[in-house]
């Protein structure tokens, strides 16, 4: 079984996020970008299923500008078989996303299609559900286990106040929460070898699909501000406050 | 036309952030319809009857709606969208699940977790955890939102509105509910809290969360940690507030012995009033703090509890 992860380049997480000056949205130049850690736990699941002997090749697709190459080799690094850079210079909803994959998928032909529940940048959680509706395949979103079976995948998934068990027949989407692995460092001789791994380039247009955002985007602005309030010398004081305020 | 709101409940208890999903969608389209999509969740349905401002409620109860599978529930909501030209759910589990299936069929865009509605067609919506705002206008396609519930205040009660049966949708048949381990925890949901207490690496082992605990249990109140804390294995990693883990915006927020990292800050700045106590004077996390105590944690939480104790 083939099993397609989605990988998206983004601010890295430790990095604060600056917004232009003139409101059209965050500054990226000369920031660190990494793989979203959603994906990298994505990645690291399709590594542990190959690993078990339950998917036969893992391809990672990526979807942005050439730099987004970096982020395929990351992937590769931890254990991807082999990469695909859909390249693409402007903004993409999730919806465009969505049906780009789907072209990928219907290509590719994987039996599972494992990403990370959300991107750390637009924080939209969308892209697995919409995939799978496109692709009229059953969803396990928010996955904390995965167990793969004949025919059929078990997802345990984080909801409200718990978890929650589906079995899905594959093929499938899966999305990734944080409790599902602790990704792998990738060693150095795996980050020598990602860089003979083949890498294919694409674009939508390749794929004939129309991804043009549909949302305008009218500005992005700072959120308003906290500012520190006062120091206080004791405990006992502080719960004074507290009480005064009527918070407990 | 007119807006669509999927009810959040578990089949006998309506969930607050129903009435809070219904303020946002009067800003965006009236009049408002809840949908209750259940098994034996007629009591769920009478609840929200009552909202102010929900003109009609739709009951669809069915067992193949008892555990809220996004494919069938997906299926539901389509068969509905014609009548209206918003769609809207609270960004629960749920919500978050079943939404974007939805807008996908459609061939539209979602707009997750608003904040606010300028207009009925101008959104907020958070980016990087809420680093930045952005202002989004959707216009010439039927919307379908999550809503951010803590933005809103919840609609009030004393309504009556008319409940109309109406039968279940096609079962696309790619999914079955396997079983469920829902948290019998005294303590409340994460998310849902009034009062969050959160530990970091400054508690030093995962035995010294017991200071925390306590502190809880006195408070009702829910524990979360930073990131460095479940790193170190001082708690499950369910347990973590911020960017990558959970976001919270509760009434009041102490965060003991966390330094406030970017990762960190991310998760909790939009708490209404926030407590830190730290030893370390110059953490980033007193800049966002109401009231900051720089102290030992190890004497301040004892001290903490016996002053919370006297009454």
Redesign the interface.
Known sequence: MKVLVPVKRVIDFNVAVRVKADRSGVDLANVKMSINPFDEIAVEEAVRLKEKGKASEIIAVTIGPAAAQETLRTALAMGADRGILVKHETELEPLGVAKILRAVCLEEQPGLVILGKQAIDDDCNQVGQMLAALLSWGQGTFAAKVEVHDGEVGVTREVDGGLQTVALKLPAVISTDLRLNEPRYASLPNIMKARKKPIAEKTAADYGVDAAPRLKVLEVREPEKRRSGMRLTSAAELVGKLRERGLI | MAALVLAEHNNSLLDEATAKAVTAATKVSTPVHVLVAGYDCRSAAEQASKLLRVEKILLSDDPRYA?F???PM?ELVLSLAGSYDAILAPA???G??????????L???????ILAAESSD?FLR??????????????G?KKVITVRVSAFAAAASGGAAAIESIPPAGD????????????RSERP?L??AK?VISGGRGLQSKDNFVLIERIADR?GAAIGASRAAVDAGFV???R?VG???KIVAP??YIAVGISG???HLAGM?DSK???A?NKDESAPI??????????DLFE??P??E???QQS
Do not use: M, W
Request: aromatic share 6%; hydrophobic share 50%; proline share 5%.
């Open positions: 555990n599978l996004a494919e997906a629960t589990a749920n978050k699940n079943i939404l974007p299936r939805v807008a996908a069929t061939d539209v865009p979602q707009i997750s977790e101008i958070p980016i990087y955890a809420g680093n930045a705002i952005q202002k989004v206008e959707a216009k396609f696309p048949g790619l999914s079955r509910f396997v079983d469920e381990n829902l948290t949901e998310t849902a009062i408070l499950p990693n369910d973590q960017q990558t883990g009434e009041l990292a970017i990762q700045k009033v926030i407590v106590i007193f800049n966002v703090a109401d009231f900051g105590l720089v102290a301040a939480l001290e903490f016996r002053a919370l």
